[in-house]
Protein backbone atom coordinates (compact mmCIF):
# COMPACT_ATOMS: atom_id res chain seq x y z
CA UNK A 1 0.00 0.00 0.00
CA UNK A 2 1.44 3.42 -1.17
CA UNK A 3 0.37 6.84 0.60
CA UNK A 4 0.22 10.30 -1.67
CA UNK A 5 2.17 13.29 -0.36
CA UNK A 6 2.18 16.46 0.27
CA UNK A 7 3.44 16.94 -3.21
CA UNK A 8 1.07 14.24 -4.49
CA UNK A 9 3.54 12.10 -4.73
CA UNK A 10 3.31 7.85 -4.40
CA UNK A 11 5.84 5.72 -3.89
CA UNK A 12 5.94 2.40 -6.00
CA UNK A 13 6.62 -0.68 -4.05
CA UNK A 14 9.77 -2.60 -5.24
CA UNK A 15 8.13 -6.01 -5.41
CA UNK A 16 5.89 -4.92 -7.95
CA UNK A 17 8.37 -2.43 -9.62
CA UNK A 18 10.71 -5.16 -10.23
CA UNK A 19 7.75 -7.64 -11.25
CA UNK A 20 7.14 -5.49 -13.64
CA UNK A 21 10.39 -4.18 -14.97
CA UNK A 22 10.18 -0.39 -14.03
CA UNK A 23 13.59 1.13 -13.10
CA UNK A 24 14.09 4.12 -10.98
CA UNK A 25 14.33 7.71 -13.25
CA UNK A 26 12.34 5.49 -15.96
CA UNK A 27 8.98 7.34 -17.23
CA UNK A 28 5.71 5.94 -16.04
CA UNK A 29 1.96 7.16 -17.57
CA UNK A 30 -1.00 7.47 -15.26
CA UNK A 31 -4.22 6.51 -17.42
CA UNK A 32 -8.22 6.89 -16.27
CA UNK A 33 -10.85 4.41 -17.23
CA UNK A 34 -13.66 5.62 -15.37
CA UNK A 35 -13.44 4.79 -11.68
CA UNK A 36 -10.10 2.98 -12.04
CA UNK A 37 -6.78 4.94 -12.63
CA UNK A 38 -4.05 2.13 -14.43
CA UNK A 39 -0.45 3.07 -14.41
CA UNK A 40 1.54 1.82 -17.56
CA UNK A 41 5.60 2.15 -18.37
CA UNK A 42 6.86 4.41 -20.64
CA UNK A 43 5.35 7.52 -22.94
CA UNK A 44 2.35 6.52 -24.66
CA UNK A 45 3.62 6.16 -27.75
CA UNK A 46 7.15 7.17 -28.96
CA UNK A 47 8.49 7.67 -32.46
CA UNK A 48 10.53 4.19 -32.24
CA UNK A 49 6.78 2.69 -31.95
CA UNK A 50 5.13 3.48 -34.83
CA UNK A 51 6.01 1.42 -38.06
CA UNK A 52 7.28 4.48 -39.50
CA UNK A 53 9.75 4.90 -36.75
CA UNK A 54 11.19 1.20 -36.87
CA UNK A 55 11.38 1.42 -40.50
CA UNK A 56 13.62 4.29 -40.22
CA UNK A 57 15.79 2.16 -37.64
CA UNK A 58 16.13 -0.57 -39.69
CA UNK A 59 17.15 1.78 -42.33
CA UNK A 60 19.92 3.62 -40.18
CA UNK A 61 21.37 -0.09 -39.35
CA UNK A 62 21.29 -1.25 -42.59
CA UNK A 63 23.35 1.66 -44.03
CA UNK A 64 26.11 1.19 -40.84
CA UNK A 65 25.83 -2.26 -41.86
CA UNK A 66 27.25 -1.03 -45.86
CA UNK A 67 29.63 1.09 -44.42
CA UNK A 68 31.14 -1.73 -42.63
CA UNK A 69 31.15 -3.64 -45.03
CA UNK A 70 33.00 -1.05 -46.91
CA UNK A 71 35.44 -0.55 -44.56
CA UNK A 72 35.96 -4.17 -44.09
CA UNK A 73 39.03 -5.23 -46.33
CA UNK A 74 38.61 -7.28 -49.05
CA UNK A 75 41.51 -9.80 -48.37
CA UNK A 76 40.09 -10.49 -45.14
CA UNK A 77 36.67 -10.99 -46.63
CA UNK A 78 37.55 -14.24 -49.11
CA UNK A 79 39.21 -17.36 -47.59
CA UNK A 80 41.97 -17.25 -49.78
CA UNK A 81 44.16 -15.00 -47.44
CA UNK A 82 43.31 -18.35 -44.21
CA UNK A 83 44.34 -21.38 -46.15
CA UNK A 84 41.29 -23.15 -45.61
CA UNK A 85 37.25 -22.71 -46.38
CA UNK A 86 34.02 -23.15 -44.78
CA UNK A 87 33.00 -26.05 -46.85
CA UNK A 88 36.27 -27.75 -46.02
CA UNK A 89 35.47 -27.70 -42.26
CA UNK A 90 32.32 -29.55 -42.67
CA UNK A 91 33.86 -32.39 -44.94
CA UNK A 92 34.66 -35.76 -43.59
Not at 18 to 31: A, K, Q, T, W
Not at 56 to 62: I, K, L, P
Not at 65 to 80: C, D, F, V
Amino acid sequence: MSKVSTKYQITLPRDLARSHHILPGEDVVFEEAGSALYLRRGPAETNADSVEGRLASFDRASQRQEARNRAYPASLKSSAGRGWTRDELYQR
